[in-house]
């Protein structure tokens, strides 16, 4: 295939640890160049059916086991979690707990239910408060559990544009006139790092320090939803430890771009893990033969950290050749990218993103007479108007190559329309 004909030079180009980011779209553009032809060739044999190339970057949640992953998993040692006996489960958690720099850690299959359990340990009554981000992921994405499930109540404070909240606000929040009959209980203050919604956003240590000063001076908890964590701490070049210096517990997610099939580590003080325990088996969270899962979780902290640099490099690189488009279509802001999650949106009011999203999923006959090949790139959308791209382990050099080229195309497309008075 054409991938692999022109993918080691664009490699070479990218890998480079002193290639600047225009030097390497330059290079991606010249290797697409002088591959065309073979590409055409190669994405249609003779009287056979056209071969289309798919670019998921909906989410590092697609991400799938590599091969020493599944060898791994097939001949894991396993146990009975639930009794404490799957030794798999246990090193897993213990070493989760030593890179957290905790007492403790527990495996929980996903991260809503581990954000789940952190509220309910942190706020044991019915009624007691959390206070969390307006566009946080627990707030926005969660299905309102802590209520729903916990009675919790949320309070929200306004996410800025970096992930953080003014502090101000967030003390103004803070119920602290208990036990007055009309209040509820100020519990927990709950943070995300890398931010989501922000664009995979890291949160400055300062912030955390600053915070954790404010809760501890009102008796509060502080809990991480770090779902992405480990990218916040390569992108900071700090051992995660650093980061949760700041905090009572964390949310660290295995399953998006460590790899692993599923699974959060939850970690805090040995008195909170226990308590944890509890509450996961409430919630139906304690499995048996868990050390199939474990061992993926193992490979995924001890492995796969140190290739997250290569999602955060894509990432800016793919962010930098759509604020160069010509003709320009496309609102990116260059500071907002830390990571690997880049959100950015449409400066032609007449195509909503929505519409964008599903002509980036569709190959066109004039994308193949153009470009000489078709390629569906795969994004979400959002009710904020912006549109998320999201780089991972499943996705290389010559994809993110390629998504550019769809998306410049896509570029051209509108403005042709436009010129020509046509519908957009």
Request: net charge neutral; glycine share 10%; charged share 25%.
């Amino acid at each position: 295939m054409f991938v692999k004909a022109r993918g080691a030079s664009i490699r070479a180009l990218l890998r480079s640890a002193t290639l600047d980011i225009g030097a390497a779209r330059r290079g991606l553009a010249a290797a697409a160049g002088v591959e065309r032809a073979r590409a055409s060739a190669a994405h249609r044999e003779p009287g056979g059916p056209l071969r289309v190339r798919t670019v998921d970057l909906r989410s590092d949640t697609v991400t799938k086991p590599g091969a020493a992953m599944r060898r791994a998993m097939a001949e894991a040692h396993v146990g009975d979690d639930v009794f404490g006996e799957d030794l798999t489960v246990n090193e897993l958690q213990k070493r989760a707990a030593d890179i957290f720099g905790m007492e403790a850690a527990l495996f929980v299959p996903s991260g809503t239910m581990s954000n789940l359990i952190a509220v309910m340990v942190h706020c044991s009554e019915r009624g007691d408060e959390m206070i969390v981000g307006d566009l946080a992921h627990q707030h926005v994405y969660e299905q309102g559990g802590s209520a729903q499930v916990a009675g919790v109540h949320s309070t929200t404070v306004s996410t800025q544009s970096d992930g953080t909240f003014h502090l101000d606000e967030v003390e103004s929040k803070i119920r602290h006139g208990y036990p007055k009959v009309h209040f509820t209980r100020s519990r927990l203050v709950c943070v995300e790092n890398t931010h989501n919604l922000r664009g995979g956003r890291v949160l400055p240590l300062s912030f955390l320090h600053e915070l954790r000063s404010l809760a501890d001076r009102y008796g509060l908890a502080v809990h991480m939803d770090g779902a992405r964590l480990m990218n916040a701490a390569v992108a900071l070049g700090v051992s995660p430890s650093v980061i949760l210096q700041h905090c009572h517990t964390v949310s660290v997610g295995l399953s998006k771009g460590l790899g692993a099939p599923m699974g959060t580590m939850l970690g805090g003080s040995k008195d909170f893990v226990e308590r944890a325990v509890r509450v996961r088996q409430a919630l139906g969270g304690g499995l048996r033969q868990l050390g199939i899962q474990a061992t993926a979780g193992i490979l995924a902290l001890t492995d796969m950290v140190g290739r997250l640099k290569e999602d955060h490099r894509r990432a800016r690189i793919f962010a930098q050749a759509l604020k160069e488009c010509d003709p320009p279509l496309y609102e990116v802001n260059m500071a907002s990218v830390e990571t690997n999650i880049l959100r950015f949106r449409l400066n032609d009011p007449r195509l909503s993103p929505a519409e964008f999203c599903q002509r980036a999923a569709t190959v066109c006959e004039n994308e193949l007479q153009v470009l000489g090949h078709g390629v569906r790139v795969l994004m979400f959308h959002n009710a904020w108007g912006s549109i998320r791209a999201v780089f991972h382990l499943d996705i290389s050099d010559d994809d993110a190559q390629v998504a550019v080229e769809k998306l410049h195309f896509l570029a051209r497309q509108v403005a042709e329309q436009r010129d020509e008075g046509q519908r957009i």
